[in-house]
């Protein structure tokens, strides 16, 4: 059950299947103004008992003619709401409103200079000639009745067309990209100029009115987390916090397998800084025994994730008053599952990670009061919850833990050895980022890390140490570039950040004789080694 309160005001983005159709969402949200992804084939109906103020088409991968190709219904563009579409939306739009749609002699993929062809409110505050960005072989050839071409290139007859009687906008390009110069000005035009909207979705007023929402759900009745230091429990337990206080259970299993020094911030933030029922429930040992010679990875995970519940239950079935339990869910782990009818036309990437073994007669209701938040703004509300930096710009970090950064099976040995390396990692090229931040002003700047780490590999290596032969252990440095995990380069990190570390954890990590340098881009790696 979602705790998200929904603003007065949003707009709907209809989902085609496009690869930008989040960052669409996530640029109206950079305006201050909330909007939702919806599946394209949500009928007319369904749209008026949302009451949008506005609906955005994203492009897709599709031919408009193709026999299983996505379609709106033309009822949408009838009910008066103001529509902007985008590349595939501007083809939908047309065909569906008796227009054609046919191929170019050549396909545009890139940049490309649009010509004004009509005086447009989209276009406001936008010079004539400007650079767009196309991705498209498909295009409008004959615009529907009444409608108006705005823009041209030299290839695409009809870059942008428009009916502004019945409030019908779209283009062929692509301006929720960085790379349409004038984008979210034709973006802000839409939403400020043409539909009247304001720019009221702001932090503190997402705050008050989640708290409210969590308050009138919960009642006088208690909520149970299972708090596990990450980002988004983290968020939830304080905005849980702010709005219900000591009615909130935070339960911290604690498996063993976090980096060093973890545990000891998540007690110290939430039994100090929040007023909860902080429960440390110290489970190490038993996961030391069940993960003894354990290799394979996703057995690991398997032990790792079933004792979580074995532990966090065992706590759960002795509290009095608990109905509900708070998870960490956010906007994309939703739209990502399909397991709402949020996703619309988009691939499903992954199961609902948030799946709940409940045990034989228990259960609590769920509230997920981050279900319609990005990872950026999850991160803002933590901030302006007062969380400390450390935990909402914490790097993402896998469930398991060290237990998958240790190739092989997992030792009291090999986790302090692990635990001490990448510390050292993880201090040097925090002090790397910094430095950078410094010289450029920019916290994520061109060669800012995004993601940095130590693995310990199942092998051991010659060495000499102290004029006498070693045998001991080598560790992985992993360190990349990336946005948002789909991909990744590896960090080009300068050669005396690259002998600190490897100087440093020799020096100051016993077992430990060698550092080598993971030097592989995903693909066709992946970030994690297993």
Known sequence: MSQTAMPDQKVLVFDFGAQYGQLIARRVRDLHVYSEIVPCDITADEVRALAPAAIILSGGPASVYAEDAPSIDPEVLRLGIPVLGFCYGQQAMAVALGGEVGHTEKGEYGPAVIMRAAESALFDGT????????????????????????????????????????????????????????????????????????????????????????????????????????????????????????????????????????????????????????????????????????????????????????????????????????????????????????????????????????????????????????????????????????????????????????????????????????????EELDAYNERLFAETGERNSEHSVWQYFAVLPDIKSVGVMGDERTYARPVILRAVESSDAMTADWARLPYDVLARVSGRIVAEVPGVNRVVYDITSKPPATIEWE
């Open 127 to 426: 010079p004539g000639e400007q650079t767009v960005w196309m991705s498209h072989r498909d295009a409008v050839t004959r615009v529907p009745e009444g409608f108006a071409i705005t823009s041209r290139t030299e290839v695409c007859p009809v870059a942008s067309m428009e009916c502004p009687e019945r409030k019908l906008f779209a283009t062929q390009f692509h301006p929720e990209v960085r790379h349409t110069e004038f984008g979210q000005t034709m973006l802000r035009n839409f939403l400020f100029g043409i539909c009247g909207l304001v720019s009221d979705w702001t932090m503190d007023s997402i705050i008050d009115d989640s708290v409210a929402a969590i308050r009138a759900k919960v009642g006088e009745s208690r909520v149970i987390l299972g708090l596990s230091g990450g980002v988004d429990s983290s968020v939830v337990a304080a905005l849980c916090a702010r709005a219900i206080g000591k009615q909130l259970v935070c339960v911290f299993v604690n498996h063993g397998l976090l980096r060093k020094g973890e545990p000891e911030e998540v007690e110290e933030v939430f039994t100090k800084q929040f007023d909860v029922d902080f429960i440390h429930v110290h489970a190490e040992e038993r996961y030391m025994r069940l993960l003894a010679g354990v290799t394979e990875p996703e057995e690991k995970r398997r032990i790792i994730g079933t004792q979580f519940w074995k532990e966090f239950f065992a706590v759960a079935e002795e509290l009095d008053g608990v109905k509900y339990l708070a998870q960490g869910t956010i906007y994309p782990d939703i739209i990502e599952s399909g397991a709402r009818k949020t996703g619309g036309k988009a691939s499903t990437i992954k199961s609902h990670h948030n799946l709940i073994p409940f045990p034989e007669g228990v259960h609590f209701d769920l509230i997920e009061p981050l279900d319609h938040f990005f990872k950026d703004e999850v991160r803002a509300l933590g901030t302006a919850l007062g969380l400390p930096d450390y935990i909402v710009h914490r790097q993402p970090f896998p469930g398991p833990g060290l237990a998958i950064r240790i190739i092989g099976d997992v030792t009291p040995e090999k986790l302090e050895i692990l635990k001490n390396a990448d510390a050292i990692v993880r």
